[in-house]
């Protein structure tokens, strides 16, 4: 994977997590007071996955994906 590809997926896995965070806020004021702390946890590890992939993409210098030469 190059440096572009873990940035689409950090954005990706940003989305969810935010989506998840909504989806958690709804619940917990809603009838589906249950499902807000799983939903939150799931949205926390998809922030992790995110956070990730961005040092992934920062610790490579371009968005080349061949090896370096020795």
Not at 26 to 41: F, M, Y
Not at 47 to 60: E, G, I, K, N, P
């Amino acid at each position: 994977m190059n440096r572009d590809v873990h940035l689409k997926l950090a954005g990706a896995a940003i989305d969810r997590a935010a989506s998840l965070a909504r989806d958690a806020e709804r619940a917990a004021r809603g009838d589906a007071r249950a499902l807000a702390e799983p939903l939150a946890a799931a949205g926390g590890l998809w922030a992790q996955v995110a956070d990730s992939h961005t040092a992934l993409a920062a610790a490579m210098t371009s968005t080349d994906d061949t090896a370096p030469e020795a």
